[in-house]
């Protein structure tokens, strides 16, 4: 999969390959078609909020659910 990564604070996101995801009990895996960041990522970016990095960036998720772990009965 592609993830655009903040490595390290003041550094510019960054496009990577990544393994596939794998699902465990309870979570699902999903294709994503468009994403969006919003500015707690920016503020991260700064140093103004405290993160564990490197860290995919990105939420507001608009995709499709393409493996469900055991347990997943609604996505």
Do not use: Q, W
């Not at 468009?34 to 564990?52: E, F, K, M, P, W």
Request: glycine fraction near 14%.
């Amino acid at each position: 999969m592609k993830a655009m990564v903040l490595r390290k604070k003041g550094e510019p996101f960054v496009l990577e390959e990544r393994p596939d995801p794998k699902p465990g009990p309870g979570e699902a895996v999903a294709k994503v078609f468009a994403c969006g960041s919003g500015l707690t990522i920016h503020h991260a970016r700064a140093g103004r909020v405290a993160v564990n990095y490197p860290v995919i960036i990105g939420h507001e998720v608009a995709g499709e659910i393409v493996e469900a772990g055991a347990g997943v009965r609604n996505v």
